[in-house]
């Protein structure tokens, strides 16, 4: 299947994404803004969330009620999320209704109400989600084994924290909006049945006038690195471990995933047969690639009993270890045929190739053709992974633990 990919960038930075997928009768788009939550001052750390709540409350002519019934009665099912790098909004519709759905989002990002009457509610849904947050101690876990790999602001708590979240005002959101809600490094994507002259004209009616501002200053920490352990009465224990990676963009990322992927890709994966299924020792494991744009880690999460969690530990690092001895024939057969499938999925979703040609123009600057990644795929041998390996073996790791005892371990300890 030929995929027809269109790029257009407006004069004030914008830069426009389009994949025509004609056999549908859907249309998504991504609306990916510069505000992350790496740039929260450090004493507002949430700033960025409670602005993507508080725009949402009434924008243009619409108030509050009447901004969800107009998505509704579009038939729009949309979002909105905060990750380190940007503040995205993202919805899926009838093909007919993408335009008024792009004109209620340019209203969101360009003339948000802020209702000073709703601040205190929105503030406690952004309270809640931290706490929420807080109580998933899976995720606590994996959020402090980031910021120990990263270091701040790249491995920050998303939602910041309670006591700066309940701080915030109004003057605060309009400060990040005006300096962060800006054109200049924002992705709009767009995939589904669209007609292209259609949607470039639209973006430029919507964006074109957008004014483009300058960029706060990012200031990076150093990562703690080494083991931490969370205390916690829980009969369970949660292990994090991450350690360096390539960037998506590095010419190596495939190999690595290929890698990770023989790690942790389904129940024939070895993190699920040698720790789950031979040993009984974990209900959840896993492992991924993680990506910044100029840095990268592979994630790995265990979740088991107190009882069962230093074997647990013990095993997981020697597995990551022994990965670094090369993987088999029959390991990337199977793994092939999973990232395959999911290719072929993608092709039957606008949303997901909405974003997923955001994701590779923010970190390649281009967008890559299902092809182009299918031959990739096609071109990983067990000989390319291993070279990979050689030269990127696992090394330097950082580990958290969160359970009632700390583990003994040699991460950390040079």
């Known amino acids: 299947m030929t995929q027809e990919i269109y790029t257009h960038q407006l004069a004030n930075g914008l830069m426009l994404l389009a994949e025509a997928m004609p056999w549908l009768e859907s249309a998504a788009f991504s609306l990916s803004l510069p505000a992350g939550f790496a740039r929260d001052p450090a004493n507002q750390l949430g700033l960025a969330n409670l602005t993507c709540e508080m725009v949402q409350r009434g924008c243009g002519d619409r108030n509050s009620r009447q901004f969800v019934e107009d998505l509704e009665m579009l038939g729009a099912d949309s979002s909105a999320g905060i990750r380190n790098s940007h503040t995205s909004f993202v919805g899926a519709m009838p093909a007919d209704s993408l335009a008024d759905v792009l004109a209620i989002y340019a209203d969101v990002v360009r003339r948000p109400h802020l209702p000073a009457d709703q601040l205190d509610d929105a503030r406690q849904v952004c309270i809640q989600e931290i706490r929420a947050a807080e109580d998933d101690l899976a995720q606590t876990a994996m959020t402090a084994v980031r910021q120990r790999h990263y270091g701040d602001p790249w491995g920050r708590v998303p939602h910041g924290d309670v006591t700066a979240v309940s701080s915030l005002q109004c003057t605060d959101i309009q400060r990040d909006i005006a300096q962060h809600y800006r054109p200049n490094d924002a992705i709009l994507s767009v995939a589904g049945k669209f007609d292209w002259p259609t949607v470039r004209d639209l973006a430029e009616r919507l964006f074109g006038d957008w004014p483009a501002a300058n960029a706060s200053e990012i200031v990076v ?134 974003r997923s040609i955001a994701f590779d123009w923010y970190h390649l600057g281009r967008v890559r053709t299902l092809s182009e990644v299918g031959g990739l795929i096609d071109g990983l041998t067990c000989q390319s992974i291993n070279a990979y390996l050689a030269e990127h073996p696992p090394q330097d790791m950082v580990a958290v633990t969160l359970g009632e005892h700390p583990l003994e371990t040699t991460i950390g300890i040079s």
């Open 221 to 354: 920490s150093p990562p703690a690195g080494g083991y931490h352990h969370l205390q916690s009465d829980s009969s369970q224990t949660h292990i994090g471990v991450a350690y360096s990676s390539v960037p998506y963009a590095d010419p190596g990322y495939m190999q690595a995933r290929g890698a990770v992927g023989v790690l942790s890709d389904g129940m024939s994966s070895r993190l699920f047969t040698e720790i789950r299924e031979n040993r009984g020792l974990v209900y959840a494991v896993s492992a991924s690639c993680d990506s910044l744009k100029d840095r990268g880690a592979v994630v790995c999460y265990a979740g088991t009993t107190t009882e069962r969690a230093q074997e647990t530990l013990d095993v997981l690092v020697a597995e990551l270890v022994r990965l670094g001895d090369g993987v088999e024939e029959a390991e990337l057969n199977r793994l092939k045929a999973r990232i395959k499938s999911g290719l072929i999925m993608m092709q039957e979703s606008s949303i997901s190739r909405s």
